[in-house]
């Protein structure tokens, strides 16, 4: 599975962008796909993730209320919108996807990485 992501910017603080990812290749009944980030200088953290086909969400604390994700099934991609951005929330965001129906937090349970796209918030 091929993972392309795109929607990274610059913004202010108390902006919205929206991050995209569609995902190629074989596909599968069950899976899971979802955004990390990384700051610098912070290890790989989860933002958020849905599940194929149920569409089961999970958020991470920091970004409940602000981020929502979504999912277009005849596209076999999923969408990041992030309202009231904060300078916290400058990382790079990385669209991932794993086999099965559960969420994971951990980095190390996806095995599908896309290749990044940058937000940058400033205060």
């Known amino acids: 599975v091929q993972l392309q992501a795109s929607g990274g910017g610059l913004v202010q603080a108390g902006d919205s962008l929206r991050l995209s990812c569609s995902a190629s290749?074989?596909?599968?009944?069950?899976?899971?796909m979802g955004w990390f980030r990384q700051a610098p200088g912070k290890e790989r953290e989860f933002v958020a993730a849905?599940?194929?086909?149920?569409?089961?969400?999970y958020y991470t604390d920091s970004v409940k209320g602000r981020f929502t994700i979504s999912r277009d099934n005849a596209k076999n991609s999923v969408f990041l919108q992030m309202n009231s951005l904060k300078p916290e929330d400058t990382a790079v965001y990385y669209c991932?996807?794993?086999?099965?129906?559960?969420?994971?937090?951990?980095?190390?349970?996806?095995?599908?990485w896309g290749q990044g796209t940058l937000v940058t918030v400033s205060s």
């Open positions: 849905i599940t194929w086909p149920d569409g089961g969400i």
């Open positions: 991932v996807v794993r086999l099965g129906a559960t969420i994971y937090v951990r980095s190390e349970e996806y095995g599908n």
């Open positions: 290749g074989r596909t599968y009944s069950s899976y899971v």
